[in-house]
T-cell receptor, first 114, second 116 residues
Framework: GESVGLHLPTLSVQEGDNSIINCAYSNSASDYFIWYKQESGKGPQFIIDIRSNMDKRQGQRVTVLLNKTVKHLSLQIAATQPGDSAVYFCAENRVTSGTYKYIFGTGTRLKVLA | SAVISQKPSRDICQRGTSLTIQCQVDSQVTMMFWYRQQPGQSLTLIATANQGSEATYESGFVIDKFPISRPNLTFSTLTVSNMSPEDSSIYLC?????????????FGDGTRLSIL
């Protein structure tokens, strides 16, 4: 079936380096994507989103890239900090039968090394 | 952004029993969602709960096992019925963002459920 998945389950990055978290999606009709951060014991927290009519969007220290040709999404975190340690999920907005829902990827755990 | 409160935050239950999880939002929202997150895994959508209509369940989830109420625009409940150890999970409530379908979701911190 259709899915949203990630390439790397765990990513270890040195503090101060840049992090790149990847996500592949399979539904070419999806028009909106979101990255979430989930810290231990917390619910997912919205980081940044991107619509399908864009290929790049920047926030504070974060950038999302969308490649619709290969159905790939990435989250780049600049100057990674210890507080960035968390699990990151991509989510795909899927419209069905007049409503919508979000399908989540498998998640990547980011570990920031001091 | 909306503030979502879930109760209880955690519970340990005996198999065969049922537990109702409450989700309260500090503003009126049309769409609310219930997710399950098994240990070390991603979020799986259980159902979408819109006020004034029956909840819409995803494949693999049925109303008899996970009845949902949505009495108004700020509140919803999810009941996990006749629990077994396989139901041990985190259950998360979320609401749509201000942008609707293009506004993401806001999540509560979840209910951590363990079944003995």
């Amino acid at each position: 079936g259709e899915s949203v998945g990630l390439h790397l389950p765990t990513l270890s990055v040195q503090e101060g380096d840049n992090s790149i978290i990847n996500c592949a999606y399979s539904n070419s009709a999806s028009d909106y994507f979101i990255w979430y951060k989930q810290e231990s014991g917390k619910g997912p927290q919205f980081i940044i989103d991107i619509r399908s009519n864009m290929d790049k969007r920047q926030g504070q220290r974060v950038t999302v890239l969308l490649n619709k040709t290969v159905k790939h999404l990435s989250l780049q975190i600049a100057a990674t900090q210890p507080g960035d340690s968390a699990v990151y999920f991509c989510a795909e907005n899927r419209v069905t039968s007049g409503t919508y829902k979000y399908i989540f990827g498998t998640g990547t755990r980011l570990k920031v090394l001091a | 952004s909306a503030v979502i409160s879930q109760k209880p935050s955690r519970d340990i239950c005996q198999r065969g029993t049922s537990l109702t999880i409450q989700c309260q939002v500090d503003s009126q929202v049309t769409m609310m969602f219930w997710y399950r997150q098994q240990p070390g895994q991603s979020l799986t959508l259980i159902a979408t709960a819109n006020q004034g209509s029956e909840a819409t369940y995803e494949s693999g989830f049925v109303i008899d096992k996970f009845p949902i109420s949505r009495p108004n625009l700020t509140f919803s409940t999810l009941t996990v019925s006749n629990m077994s150890p396989e139901d041990s999970s985190i259950y998360l409530c979320s609401v749509e963002g201000a942008g609707g379908p293009l506004g993401g979701q806001h999540f509560g911190d979840g209910t951590r459920l363990s079944i003995l």
